[in-house]
Protein backbone atom coordinates (compact mmCIF):
# COMPACT_ATOMS: atom_id res chain seq x y z
CA UNK A 1 0.00 0.00 0.00
CA UNK A 2 3.27 2.36 -0.36
CA UNK A 3 2.45 5.26 -2.08
CA UNK A 4 -1.69 5.05 -2.29
CA UNK A 5 -2.71 8.44 -2.22
CA UNK A 6 -5.98 9.13 -0.15
CA UNK A 7 -9.50 8.91 -2.20
CA UNK A 8 -10.50 12.09 -3.17
CA UNK A 9 -14.41 13.34 -2.46
CA UNK A 10 -16.04 12.80 -5.25
CA UNK A 11 -17.49 16.19 -7.10
CA UNK A 12 -20.21 15.17 -9.61
CA UNK A 13 -22.81 18.00 -9.47
CA UNK A 14 -25.79 15.90 -8.67
CA UNK A 15 -24.24 15.28 -5.22
CA UNK A 16 -22.90 18.78 -4.79
CA UNK A 17 -26.81 20.18 -5.32
CA UNK A 18 -28.47 17.36 -3.34
CA UNK A 19 -26.22 18.73 -0.14
CA UNK A 20 -27.45 22.41 -0.69
CA UNK A 21 -30.93 20.94 -1.48
CA UNK A 22 -30.20 18.67 1.78
CA UNK A 23 -29.70 22.31 3.44
CA UNK A 24 -32.81 23.82 2.85
CA UNK A 25 -35.38 21.13 3.33
CA UNK A 26 -34.04 20.49 6.80
CA UNK A 27 -33.69 24.04 7.37
CA UNK A 28 -37.68 24.33 6.48
CA UNK A 29 -38.46 21.12 7.97
CA UNK A 30 -36.84 22.91 11.58
CA UNK A 31 -39.74 25.64 10.83
CA UNK A 32 -42.65 23.35 10.82
CA UNK A 33 -41.18 21.14 13.47
CA UNK A 34 -40.53 23.98 15.92
CA UNK A 35 -44.04 25.53 15.34
CA UNK A 36 -45.51 21.95 15.81
CA UNK A 37 -43.59 21.64 19.41
CA UNK A 38 -44.29 25.40 20.50
CA UNK A 39 -48.14 24.91 19.52
CA UNK A 40 -48.17 21.66 21.63
CA UNK A 41 -46.80 23.11 24.67
CA UNK A 42 -48.85 26.15 24.85
CA UNK A 43 -52.17 24.27 24.51
CA UNK A 44 -50.70 21.81 27.45
CA UNK A 45 -49.68 25.17 29.16
CA UNK A 46 -53.54 26.34 28.72
CA UNK A 47 -54.26 22.73 30.27
CA UNK A 48 -51.66 22.92 33.09
CA UNK A 49 -53.82 26.54 34.03
CA UNK A 50 -57.27 25.10 33.24
CA UNK A 51 -58.26 27.53 31.05
CA UNK A 52 -60.29 25.20 28.87
CA UNK A 53 -62.00 28.67 26.76
CA UNK A 54 -58.09 29.29 25.15
CA UNK A 55 -57.43 25.82 25.16
CA UNK A 56 -60.51 24.90 23.20
CA UNK A 57 -59.86 27.68 20.47
CA UNK A 58 -55.84 26.82 20.54
CA UNK A 59 -56.89 22.98 19.82
CA UNK A 60 -58.00 23.23 15.93
CA UNK A 61 -54.70 25.42 14.98
CA UNK A 62 -52.25 22.67 16.70
CA UNK A 63 -54.07 20.04 14.54
CA UNK A 64 -53.52 21.37 11.69
CA UNK A 65 -49.90 21.87 12.34
CA UNK A 66 -49.43 18.49 13.32
CA UNK A 67 -51.53 17.16 9.82
CA UNK A 68 -49.23 19.43 8.00
CA UNK A 69 -45.86 18.57 9.80
CA UNK A 70 -46.84 14.86 8.84
CA UNK A 71 -48.19 15.50 5.18
CA UNK A 72 -44.57 16.21 5.02
CA UNK A 73 -42.94 13.72 6.42
CA UNK A 74 -41.55 15.19 9.68
CA UNK A 75 -43.63 12.90 11.97
CA UNK A 76 -45.48 8.88 11.63
CA UNK A 77 -48.81 9.14 10.91
CA UNK A 78 -49.86 7.37 14.02
CA UNK A 79 -47.46 9.79 15.57
CA UNK A 80 -49.87 12.35 14.85
CA UNK A 81 -52.83 10.51 15.56
CA UNK A 82 -51.57 9.89 18.81
CA UNK A 83 -50.65 14.05 19.67
CA UNK A 84 -54.06 15.09 18.65
CA UNK A 85 -55.74 12.32 20.53
CA UNK A 86 -53.90 13.04 23.66
CA UNK A 87 -54.60 16.47 22.88
CA UNK A 88 -58.15 16.20 22.79
CA UNK A 89 -58.46 13.72 25.53
CA UNK A 90 -56.87 16.56 27.98
CA UNK A 91 -59.65 18.98 26.65
CA UNK A 92 -62.57 16.79 27.09
CA UNK A 93 -61.30 15.89 30.65
CA UNK A 94 -60.90 19.35 31.60
CA UNK A 95 -64.38 20.18 30.71
CA UNK A 96 -66.40 17.84 32.10
CA UNK A 97 -64.18 18.77 35.45
CA UNK A 98 -65.59 21.89 35.39
CA UNK A 99 -62.52 24.40 33.97
CA UNK A 100 -62.19 26.47 36.64
CA UNK A 101 -58.77 28.43 37.19
CA UNK A 102 -56.83 26.53 39.90
CA UNK A 103 -56.48 29.99 41.47
CA UNK A 104 -60.31 30.57 41.96
CA UNK A 105 -60.76 27.21 43.15
CA UNK A 106 -59.85 27.56 46.93
CA UNK A 107 -59.84 24.52 48.82
CA UNK A 108 -61.91 24.76 51.75
CA UNK A 109 -59.89 24.02 55.19
CA UNK A 110 -60.50 20.88 56.36
CA UNK A 111 -62.41 20.42 59.75
CA UNK A 112 -60.42 19.16 62.82
CA UNK A 113 -61.11 15.51 63.40
CA UNK A 114 -63.47 15.29 66.66
CA UNK A 115 -61.95 13.65 69.39
CA UNK A 116 -62.11 9.81 69.67
CA UNK A 117 -64.28 8.53 72.45
CA UNK A 118 -62.80 6.68 74.47
CA UNK A 119 -64.28 3.18 74.98
CA UNK A 120 -65.22 1.68 78.06
CA UNK A 121 -62.66 -0.83 78.56
CA UNK A 122 -63.81 -4.32 78.24
CA UNK A 123 -65.11 -6.40 81.74
CA UNK A 124 -62.45 -8.59 83.00
CA UNK A 125 -63.55 -12.61 81.99
CA UNK A 126 -64.69 -13.82 85.33
CA UNK A 127 -62.73 -17.18 86.09
CA UNK A 128 -63.93 -20.56 85.34
CA UNK A 129 -65.20 -22.08 88.04
CA UNK A 130 -63.24 -25.11 88.85
CA UNK A 131 -64.20 -28.30 87.71
CA UNK A 132 -65.80 -30.37 90.30
CA UNK A 133 -63.76 -33.19 91.80
CA UNK A 134 -65.42 -36.76 91.53
CA UNK A 135 -66.25 -37.97 94.68
Given at each position: ??????????????????A???????????????????????????????????????????????????K??????N????????????L?????G???P?????????????AK?A?????????????????
Open positions: MAGATPAKKPMIRKAVKQRQSLAHAARNKVFRNEMRSMIKLFLGYIQKKDAEKAAKVLPKVVSIIDTCFKNLIHRNAANKKSRMQRETKLQKGGAAEAVAKAPKAPKAVKAPKAAKSAKPAKKAKA
